[in-house]
């Protein structure tokens, strides 16, 4: 294909993030200085975006977005053909920046984004947007933030919850559309599971506090395996307790457990409780027992629309090794919904002003 319009701009946000790192950078940077204070303020808009998970976040954005991978990523598709379309961006809060990819999606394939944010996550993006302008001008009339009815699109990216996802195909289903709602991520131990994969799994856990449908909030493990050294090697994560929204989540699940009579474990800063759902609270690790990996994999091959991610190591095709959870590759789409395909692959259709 020809080489996307755009592509710099976005190694060049690439870059920003990475250099973000170095000691004198906020000091000689304007951009810098600015992300630096949009950082401070989207800690104070939302408690559970705390320096730490941004750092991450923005360490693993820098590290994705550069010209070889992006141009390797963009080379699957064709260019899309006809006008450019607008599409119609409806984004989540749960973990920072997790609307930037279907962001990104929708500008490197020709089209222009209407982005509708959520409430706990209005800073960061604008500011990302603002930096791509200022480094593609032509990216100025391509990305639109609105707090209103969303008008005059031809297709949609929504993302929420299972009863916003109703909503979602009720208002949005007459336009091609992509709606995602609750999914969750599960880690299946084995006897072989080694005390390194098992702090691997900690990132997987505790990384933006288990918000994320990446985050593993359910275990399956071998009957008899020691839970114990499970709680070891998630030990150095007891740092969470620094924070006084998940030891809110933490005492008030801790006291809902004991008031029923559940039975729990708990290591001081993590509660597992054995569950069949795979959704669990902030501070709870639900687990489940199994004989048969075989029968589990068939299990799970019936309910993947409940799941995300399957952490585990020589389980299934499909795994992800344990720690690398929260580190998708451009490539990794949610819901494995290929976002880049459904976009190239929009036909030209009469829009309607006033869905």
């Known amino acids: 294909m020809a080489y996307p319009k755009h592509l710099q701009a976005f190694v060049k946000l690439g870059d920003l993030f990475a250099k973000f790192f170095e000691s004198d950078t906020t000091n000689s940077d304007i951009w810098a200085k600015k992300l630096e204070n949009c950082m401070s303020e989207a800690t104070i808009q939302n408690a559970w975006f705390t320096k730490e998970n941004l750092l991450y976040v923005l360490k693993s ?5 550069n010209e070889k991978d992006l141009l390797d990523w963009q080379s699957q598709y064709p260019q899309t053909g006809g006008h450019t379309k607008t599409i119609a961006v409806v984004m989540a809060g749960n973990i920072p920046l997790v609307g930037f990819h279907d962001f990104l999606c929708v500008l490197l394939s020709g089209n222009r984004v209407l982005a509708k944010l959520s409430s706990n996550d209005t800073v960061l993006l604008p500011f990302i947007g603002e930096f791509l302008i200022a480094n593609d001008v032509d990216l100025k ?24 996802g109703r909503y979602f195909a009720y208002y949005f289903g007459q336009y091609p559309h992509i709606i ?9 131990l084995t006897h072989d599971t080694t005390e390194t994969q098992l702090q691997g799994l900690g990132n997987d856990v505790f990384r933006y506090f288990g918000l ?25 994560w007891k740092t969470v307790l620094e924070h006084h929204k998940y030891v809110n989540n933490y005492d008030y699940n801790k006291a809902v457990y004991l008031m029923s009579d559940s039975k729990i474990l708990d290591n001081g800063f993590l509660i597992l409780k054995e569950d069949s759902n795979y959704g669990s609270p902030i501070a709870t690790l639900f687990f489940e027992y199994y004989d048969d990996k075989e029968n589990l994999a068939k299990r799970l091959e019936a309910e993947a629309e409940a799941i995300q991610c399957i952490v585990s190591k020589g389980f299934m095709d499909s795994e992800i090794p344990f720690g ?11 819901d494995g919904i290929d976002t880049m395909k459904f976009l190239c692959q929009l ?8 869905p």
């Open 180 to 188: 995602r709602r609750n999914r969750n991520s599960v880690a299946v």
């Open 61 to 65: 954005w820098g590290t994705l977005l």
């Open 347 to 354: 036909e030209d259709a009469p829009r309607e002003l006033n």
């Open 324 to 334: 690398q959870t929260q580190s998708p590759k451009l490539s990794d789409y949610a």
């Open 141 to 164: 009339d391509k990305i639109e933030f609105t707090e209103g009815k969303m008008i005059g699109f031809d297709a949609v990216i929504a993302t929420g919850s299972n009863n916003t």
């Open 212 to 236: 994320g449908c990446r985050s593993v909030s359910k275990l399956f493990v071998p009957k008899g395996f020691p839970l114990d050294a499970l709680f070891n090697a998630l030990f150095p």
